[in-house]
């Protein structure tokens, strides 16, 4: 098959997972697989229970669905989330957290423990700022 000819439906090549920009450097490899203002959002919510595409844009009423779609398939791509078609085409995709995903649910929580400690701080800040 040439360069210029699409593999037929079913039979589509796997999308190559993006690389690493600087070698070796785990930050990096964690921050391009989870980085972004969704990815750990769209992990928090499949951990809770599987999702179709409809209800996570429910659930993230900021993000639009091309966006959405984006990080899925990044997602799906890096083995972190399963997608999973629930019948023909075109019948709704549901999203889990494959086992590997379930490996960052505690780093989340952690992150959304911190956050709501950054957010008390910031509060507290401005309470004090006022009262000068």
């Not at 997972?17 to 391009?32: D, E, H, Q």
């Not at 179709?52 to 899925?72: C, D, E, N, Y």
């Not at 709704?92 to 929580?109: A, I």
């Amino acid at each position: 098959m040439n360069s210029g000819q699409k593999a037929p439906a079913g039979n589509a090549v796997r999308p190559r997972r993006r690389p690493n920009p600087v070698s070796g450097c785990p930050l990096t490899a964690a921050l391009v697989a989870i980085g972004g203002k969704w990815k750990l959002i769209i992990v928090y919510w499949l951990a809770e229970s599987p999702q179709h595409f409809a209800a996570l844009r429910k659930l993230m009423p900021g993000i639009s669905q091309k966006v959405l779609t984006q990080q899925l398939r990044e997602l799906v791509n890096d083995e972190i989330v399963k997608r999973q078609p629930q019948g023909a085409v075109p019948a709704p995709v549901e999203y889990s957290l494959t086992e590997y995903g379930r490996s960052l649910v505690p780093l989340v929580e952690r992150v959304r423990a911190w956050g709501h400690q950054h957010i008390a701080r910031i509060n507290a800040a401005d309470v004090t700022s006022r009262d000068r």
